[in-house]
Nanobody, 118 residues
Framework: QVKLVESGGGLVQPGGSLRLSCAAS????????IGWFRQAPGKEREGVSCITFVTGSTYFSDSVKGRFTISRDSAKNTVYLQMNSLKPEATDIYYC???????????WGQGTQVTVSP
């Protein structure tokens, strides 16, 4: 049973930083990818970033490119999303999924709230 658990969300001022974690269990991370997505109530879900484990390739949406980084710790089965220079429009619930596509059948975490406000 694949299980993903996000953590690290919170309240931060504009320009600040947060690091989100996605801890995975139930499968070997060497053969999968983890994607980060965000969604606010009433809005469409947006892909933020993704890392593939075989090649280590990373992907970022244009809105976060240059400010966010993604990394993984294989020993801890955890993927991190480092978010710098945060803007108020980054306020959302952030989810991780066990793919770069974010399909309904993928394993998803429960989400972690990020609020960027003065």
């Amino acid at each position: 049973q694949v299980k993903l658990v996000e953590s690290g969300g919170g309240l931060v001022q504009p320009g600040g930083s947060l690091r989100l974690s996605c801890a995975a269990s139930g499968f070997g991370m060497d053969y999968y990818a983890i994607g980060w997505f965000r969604q606010a109530p009433g809005k469409e879900r947006e892909g933020v970033s993704c890392i593939t484990f075989v090649t280590g390739s990373t992907y970022f949406s244009d809105s976060v490119k240059g400010r966010f980084t993604i990394s993984r710790d294989s020993a801890k089965n955890t993927v991190y999303l480092q978010m710098n220079s945060l803007k108020p429009e980054a306020t959302d619930i952030y989810y991780c999924a066990a793919s770069c596509w974010g399909l309904p059948d993928d394993a998803w975490g429960q989400g972690t709230q990020v609020t960027v406000s003065p």
